[in-house]
């Protein structure tokens, strides 16, 4: 099984950008595609980008088209989520996932280990 760590949140301002990070452990990484959710206080986990096993196919929820951009490197087993033009809704608790499967998905039951999560703020 792959365990994830991710890093990179902190406070930062609105129009910031931000890079996390997710560290994977094991040896099958490079088969499944990976995730990005998020948790904001109060609500329920929602997604935030998919890319597929080699990286070739991505997918974003329709608030982050154009500002978010995900990324794996497979030789590292690391995935990463660049945030551009971060809004005070950005602000949440971020997860690293990995699928089920090599393609990419967007269901949070269609992922199968999780990180940790990694804290983003962005408050004026």
């Known amino acids: 099984q792959v365990q994830l760590v991710e890093s990179g949140g902190k406070l930062v301002q609105p129009g910031d950008s931000l890079k996390l990070s997710c560290a994977a452990s094991?040896?099958?990484?490079?088969?499944?595609?990976m995730g990005w959710f998020r948790q904001a206080p109060g609500k329920e986990r929602e997604f935030v980008s998919a890319?597929?096993?080699?990286?070739?196919?991505?997918h974003y929820a329709r608030s982050v088209q154009g500002r978010f951009t995900i990324s794996r490197d497979n030789a590292n087993n690391m995935v990463y989520l660049q945030m551009d033009s971060l809004k005070p809704e950005d602000t949440a608790v971020y997860y690293c996932?990995?699928?089920?499967?090599?393609?990419?998905?967007?269901?949070?039951?269609?992922?199968?280990?999780w990180g940790q999560g990694t804290q983003v703020t962005v408050r004026a």
């Open positions: 890319i597929s096993y080699r990286g070739r196919k991505t």
């Open positions: 094991g040896n099958t990484f490079s088969t499944y595609a």
């Open positions: 996932a990995v699928a089920g499967s090599s393609v990419v998905v967007t269901e949070l039951a269609d992922f199968t280990s």
